[in-house]
Each structure stands twice: as C-alpha cells, then as structure tokens.
C-alpha cells in the first residue's frame, strides 16, 4: 500500500491537501497513528495523524518531519494548518509527504485504516455507490457519463465501435480489436475500459485515472463493468425501439414503391404520421453498405451526416442500405438539383461506412417517388463498382447505355450471361477481363495492353485463345455486342 492510494479514497481525495513532498507519494504506508500534538516520535511506514490544531509557525512540525526522515515513516497530516514556507521547503527536501485537512483528523485516520485492514472495501464501496447512482432505471450514455465522473472524479466516455465519443471525452485510446477489459499505462495516468457487447463490442465505456486517481485503476473496473451493464440494457431497449420503427418505414416505403394508382385514404394517413410528403418533386437517394454494417444501428449516422449538409431527408432502412428522398414545393432547377447532389456527396464521403451511393433525377407526385428511387438504386450499384467516382453516382452523370448495362444485371441475364462465356472462367490468362478490356477498347490491341498492363502480344494471343474457345468470330458486330454485355455483367459482379 502507498500514500498515493490513501489520497485516492473518497473521504481523502475531497478533503486532504498535499502541501510538499510530492516525491514521497509512492511511499510505502504500513500504518496509521494519532498523536495529539507534533512530539511524537514516528515508526517505520507510518502516516502520523495530528489530532489537534497545531500553529503553522510551531517549530515542531520541522522537528517531526526530520523524525519521519530519519524514521522511514511516511508522511505527516496536519490538521487545519498553514505551515511556514521553510517547512514546506524541509518536507520538498526530505521528500516526507506534508498534507493539510480541514476535515476531523479521526474521521480520516478511520477510512485510511479500513483501507489498510480490508483494501477490498474500497472497491466493495465504490461497486454499491455506481449500483446505488445508477439503480434500476434505462439510463441513457450522458446520464452514465455524468454519474461516473461524480463517482470516480475523473474523465469519463461512451464511444462507439470505432472510438468516437458518443458522450464525455478521454483522450487516451482504446483498443477497439481486443473486445475484453483493458488497462493502459498512459504518461501520468492509467486508462481502463470496458466493452459494452452485444454480439460484438457495441459500445466500448472507458476512464482517464490521473494523478493520484491512478491508484486506483484496480478498484475502478468493478464499476465499469456495472455500469456497461446499464448501457448494455440501454442498447438492448433502444435496439428494440429502432427496429420496432425501421419496420414500420420500410413497410411504408415498400407500400409507395409498389404503387400503381393514387395512394388510398390510410396510405395518406399514414405518410402523414410519419412526417413525409408526396406533393411535390422528389429527388432519389440510395446508399448501398456492406453486409457487415448494423443499417439500423447507424441510421442516426446517416441522418446526421446528411443534416451536417444541410440536407434534410427521409431516410428509410431498405434493402441493403438506406433509401431517402428530399422533397420540393416546385420542380427544381438543374443548378438546385446539381447543389444537392454536391452536398450529398459531401455527406457521402463522411460517413466513412465503406458505402456507396446513387442519386436520382427529380420527379413529382407519388408515382415520381417510386422513379427516382429506382434511378438512385440503378445509380448505387454503378457506383459500388467506381472508385474512380468515389463510389457516388448522380443519375444525370449516366449515359443511357450504362443504365442499359445496369438493367441487363438481373436474375435472368447474368446467369445466361455467365453461360455463354462459361469456357473462359477457367482458363488461365484472365481471359474475361482480357475479353472486356478489348471490346471498351474497340479491338485495339494495344490499348488494352496499356490498361491491362501486360504486352500487346499477350493480348492478341489472348484475344486468338478467345476466339477458339468461344468458337466466335469477334469481327461480327451482334457477336460483340453479346459478348461485351456478358463480360461486364460478370466482372461487375
């Protein structure tokens, strides 16, 4: 046991002042005496505790320091105080630990005592204090922030699953790969987190300990783990809630997309509770995300992004992302629609989710909305095979051949698609992508070694090996046109 860890307890921690001797902090601490005034003579590892008042100019305070010095004791706690700068001096220069307290003296030496007999209390009070703040109720991050930081007097954080804080602030890291309580020895501090799961660390609950806080980084992770429970049980509601909701968009999205005559007095209704609006024009938005991203987790993400645009959308958990629309009063200008779709780029870019997205052109009434949406998908998936676009598309950015291309990837054409250059797949020499570079290139074999990297001969053994497996004569203009489609409907997929 140290000094450091008695100056951590609560009692100690709001009460007691170090005066000088900072040097002495990690002192070893054995025990804990009271004297009545400065005359005592200290043992080996003791905290001498003077129980009465004691003049700052007494000339024994000097006198004790140097016992403590010459002793191996510990430190010195004087009660309502104020020693003279030559004692602190002496204190800095013995490195013997002078603290001051206006509290009572025993009220202290009793909770430095308990530490000493029992180190587990401190833990044990701690761990009932975050049960008793916390209690029983759906606390939201903030309010488990906000407790922890009363409780522990250090800073404390809520960050997500890529250690972005959702609430409060620490500024050490937290290795977001190692899903289990962590301690990290920091400059003059310690971090200890913990993850909140789910199926996988969801949230991730960590404390900055500095200073003398420090010492009690093994007493603090009992209380992490109580209090990720309470965000677990958040998580775990507020899940419910969100999904509970998303079904019920995408139920209305899916009812608008499948209609085919004016919308009905309870699909009216129920737009309308829901916030949305079918007058007006409508311009398509869709976001495709890899398998591996929460869609309805991070929902909230895409609406912040996009309001952070200043653009205020329906956003509605589908398919294999988020389809939205931004509505106007009136048909838009080009220059309003070419606006926006800069401002969703820039939404785009910063939701940082792997996602890729398409935009659509714009389009009134109900049946409007069910266009633009489709030109947004067709434009999404172009786009998820474009980084040279960043993986965004606006439909307008299109030519009509490549949304031909688009609607050829269906679930008839690919697998005829496939089919036809089936004796290629497994041949050596790249052979599809061979076929696909040639024809974008219009047969020029030199280009396409230039995009394929390889040498011209390469390719015109390639393109010969083709020919023969395939049993086509590439010169024949229907014979290309099928060829290409097939060969860009397979290596987009």
Known sequence: MSLRRVLALPGWAAHVRL??????????LATVQATLD??????????????????????????????????GATAVLLP???????????????????????????DLLVEARLLLAAPELDRADLLLATHRALGDRLRPPEEVVAVLRRLLRSPVAVLDDRG???????????????????????????????????????????AELRGTEAARAD???????????????????????????????TALLGDLLRLDTEPGADLRRRVADAGWRLGGWHVGLHIGAPAAVDTVARTQDVVRALRAEDVEAVVVEHGDGWTGWVTFDHEP????????????????????LGAHMGVGRPHARPDGLAATVAEARDAARLA????????????DQLGMAQLLLEWTRTDTFEPAARALIAPLLDAPGDLVRTLAAYLDAESSLAETATVLGVHRNTVAA????ISQLLGVDLSRPDERLALHLASRAVTLE
């Open 333 to 352: 200008t080009a220059a309003r629609v070419r606006s926006l779709a800069t401002r969703l780029q820039a939404a785009h870019r910063t939701l940082r």
């Open 164 to 206: 972005v804080p959702l609430a409060g602030e620490v500024t050490g890291r937290v290795r977001l790969d190692e899903p289990v309580p962590q301690r990290t020895e920091l400059d003059d501090g310690v971090l200890v987190a913990h993850p909140v799961l789910l199926q996988r660390p969801a949230l991730w609950l960590a």
């Open 38 to 71: 400065a005359s005592r003579a200290p043992e080996a590892g003791e905290l001498t505790v003077v129980v009465r008042p004691v003049a700052g100019t007494d000339w024994r305070i000097d006198a004790l320091l140097r016992r403590c010095a010459d002793a």
């Open 462 to 465: 390639r393109v010969a090996r």
């Open 80 to 106: 309502a105080a104020a020693p003279l700068t030559a004692s602190r001096l002496l204190a800095d220069r013995l490195a013997v630990p002078l603290l001051g307290t206006d509290a009572s003296p025993l």
């Open 19 to 28: 005066l000088a001797g900072a040097a002495g902090l990690d002192r070893p």
């Open 219 to 249: 007493v603090v992770p009992p209380a992490l783990a109580v209090a990720a429970g309470v965000l677990q049980r958040w998580l775990l509601a507020n899940r419910l809630e969100l999904e509970r909701d998303a079904r019920s968009r």
């Open 384 to 395: 998820a095979t474009r980084p040279e676009t960043g993986h965004f598309l606006h439909v």
